[in-house]
């Protein structure tokens, strides 16, 4: 099993930028590197959603429309960690964001193996 460890969230003005990290650890971390790291995130009385994720060669990524040219995924395979750096936050950014390792390379929900505990995300007008 992998255990998924967030930090980075907090309380930030519209514009402003955070930078998320996930760290994974458990016995089978060794094989994360082999998958599919991403991030989604969840409003109040909303779905999960898609956020961004990385393909194993950590090259190759995807990003929702919604966060495409502020938001940027990365990945150390070394520290078995991804991040998301988020810059030009706005109001609808504010959730939960939960990162999530996939053994496949897709933004589905139902592709996820496993969660983070999710990081509070505030962003005020």
């Known amino acids: 099993q992998v255990q998924l460890v967030e930090s980075g969230g907090g309380l930030v003005q519209a514009g402003g930028s955070l930078r998320l990290s996930c760290a994974a650890s458990?016995?089978?971390?060794?094989?994360?590197?082999?998958?599919?790291l991403g991030w989604f995130r969840q409003s109040p009385g909303k779905e999960r959603e898609f956020v961004a994720v990385?393909?194993?060669?950590?090259?190759?990524?995807d990003y929702a429309d919604s966060v495409r040219g502020r938001f940027t995924i990365s990945r150390d395979n070394a520290k078995n960690t991804v991040y998301l750096q988020m810059n030009n936050l706005k109001p609808s950014d504010t959730g939960v964001y939960y990162c999530?390792?996939?053994?496949?390379?897709?933004?589905?929900?139902?592709?996820?193996?496993?969660w983070g505990q999710g990081t509070q995300v505030t962003v005020s007008s």
């Open positions: 990385m393909a194993s060669d950590g090259r190759t990524s």
């Open positions: 999530s390792v996939s053994a496949v390379y897709s933004g589905a929900v139902g592709n996820v193996y496993s």
């Open positions: 458990g016995r089978s971390v060794s094989f994360i590197s082999r998958d599919s």
